[in-house]
């Protein structure tokens, strides 16, 4: 291209030249600098979350007087509740709202319900009489619980908001593809997940030795402060977030290409596929990084890009409920491998779903003592898990990807697949440990004829529990760090927030399956032996580890099926869309996304 001389500078510029000044200005949007205003804000709202959920069973069995069962349960449910939101929340993001808008009006809302859950625990007239003997107590009221779900629901609808398109956006800032991924030093969901461990750290010393110790007003008022902050820190970085469009409803399209795929079922595909529609201009807004390539899989799909009586006659637009192009095609074959893989997330959080409650109350019976004058918090026993996936990660990136891609070739270390499955080893672990520990913290009981005190502390160490919190850590390292890159990488960029809503969706369906599990436990086992006692946990048996155990080796199992029939998406990829820029030469390169 011809530029201007001097002597000319004053004439009116040429279009040509306005779009390389708007190219520009787009280039310079994003970027690392915009990082630090994002997982700022996004380690506030995890210390904001964290910090009136992980004591949250205590507020509720201490505070409102609920059984266990039932105080667990409505803390699973709220889980459960909490990680179907952000499938909608994705939705409208992907379909119009775009995902700062749905941030900021996701944090709206979730600030109101800390607003009101704080109001909740400051008001007496929420509370029921408190019962130190822990012997006839009087439960909440309708009025007061009523309060409760309000607030909990308000707080699920804000994350459903947030969760699905935080990390996205922190994504979109930063070139993400996979010629400019490999060139890194550093992996971008490793350093995410790892920044927020240390929010989560802070959340279960400090804000639950509040709640303990101080109150509750306290407790909950200080992640109420902490949220309205960080949302003042993602606004003031406005200016340089490169802000994506939304490229249209993802469900849409499939909907499109399933209907076009139904009404050609007549059709022959032809044997190349190079004579299937394509549409490079119809898919730009959705194929930014690359389009998809085909692939074999499900050939009935492709009939929805065969071509017939002049469909795709230029320059009228082809009708989509028709004709799909080939991009739109695989966009949602890739859709359709990624779900094997990801149910066997479902089990997973089913496992771990009452895992806080159960051991926050199991170290409350337990010896806590540092020293004469102060004690553990029984929820700051999870501060072992967080210190885990804190070290665990530095490890992960600095040693272990090193050391394994000596062996492997490859430039993550072990693929996406083979990090979940060693995840899940773990979690099998883990449930063996924490079963064989309750067995001897029940033991340690009998022995002391403490088993019909409910208020009786057990002569066991608390640290008893560290293994088991360990071994969970590492299943977050390994599986859903992997979980989370898996799901990214493998999803059509413009499903992206569909696709990381999918992650929330497996932890919803995880969380009321493990609900239903435990009422089922809770109504089936007895009276006298109940494994999941109301009030005197000495009397239960929570080792039902051990049935967790069985499922989780039964999805192990599972899992491995799916990874070893699973395809990786090939993608064709632009070259300019590289860490340094534009490439001068506008070259394009044809790639195909190998097993990493």
Known sequence: MEFQDDNKSHEAEKPEEVKIKEYDDRKKLGGMKTIPFILVTEACDRFSTIGFHVNMITYL?????????????????????????????????????????????????????????????????????????????????????????????????????????????????????????????????????????????????????????????????????????????????????????????????????????????????????????????????????????????????????????????????????????????????????????????????TANSHNNSFHTQQARTMDRHLSSSFQIPPASMSFFGIVTVIIGLALYERLFVPFARRFTRNSAGITYLQRMGIGLLFNILSTVVAALVEKKRRTVAENHNLVDNPKAIVPISVFWLVPQLSLHGMTEVFMVVGQLEFLYDQSPESMRSIALGLFWIANSAGNYLGTFMVSLIHQYTGHKNNWLPD????????????????????????????????SYKPLEEDSEATEDGADRNGKIELTTAEKV
């Open 61 to 349: 069995t201490q505070q409102l007087n609920l059984p266990l069962v039932k105080a667990s349960n409505i803390v699973s449910n709220f889980d459960g509740t909490s990680s179907l939101t952000p499938l909608i929340g994705a939705l409208i993001a992907d379909s119009f709202a775009g995902r700062f808008w749905t941030i900021i009006v996701g944090s709206i809302i979730y600030e109101l319900g800390l607003i009101s859950i704080t109001i909740t625990a400051l008001l007496k007239s929420m509370h029921p009489p408190p019962c130190p003997s822990l012997v006839d107590c009087k439960e909440a009221s309708g009025i007061q619980l009523s309060t409760l779900y309000l607030s909990l629901l308000l707080l699920a609808v804000g994350l459903g908001g947030t969760r699905p398109c935080v990390m996205n956006y922190a994504a979109d800032q930063v070139d993400m593809s996979k010629s400019s991924v490999e060139s890194r030093t550093w992996n971008f969901f490793n350093w995410y997940y790892f920044s927020l461990g240390f929010a989560r750290l802070t959340a279960v010393t400090v804000v639950v030795y509040v709640q303990d110790n101080v109150s509750w007003g306290w407790g909950l008022g200080i992640p109420t402060i902490t949220m309205a902050a960080a949302f003042i820190v993602f606004l003031s970085g406005s200016p340089l977030y490169k802000k994506v469009k939304p490229g249209g409803s993802p469900l849409v399209r499939v909907i499109q290409v399933i209907f076009a795929a139904i009404s050609k079922r007549k059709a022959v595909a032809p044997e190349d596929p190079s004579l299937l529609y394509q549409n490079q201009e119809l898919d730009s807004a959705i194929s930014v990084h690359g389009r998809l390539l085909h692939t074999p899989q499900f050939k009935w799909l492709d009939k929805a890009a065969v071509v017939k009586n002049g469909e795709a006659a230029y320059p009228s637009p082809p009708n989509l409920w028709k004709l799909a192009t080939v991009h739109r095609v695989e966009e949602l074959k890739s859709f359709i491998r990624l779900l094997p893989v990801w149910a066997a997330g479902i089990l997973l959080v």
């Open 535 to 566: 009030r005197n946990l000495n009397k239960g048996k929570l080792d039902y580890y051990w049935l967790v155990t069985g499922i989780q080796a039964v999805n192990f199992v599972y899992f491995v099926i799916c990874a070893w029939c699973y």
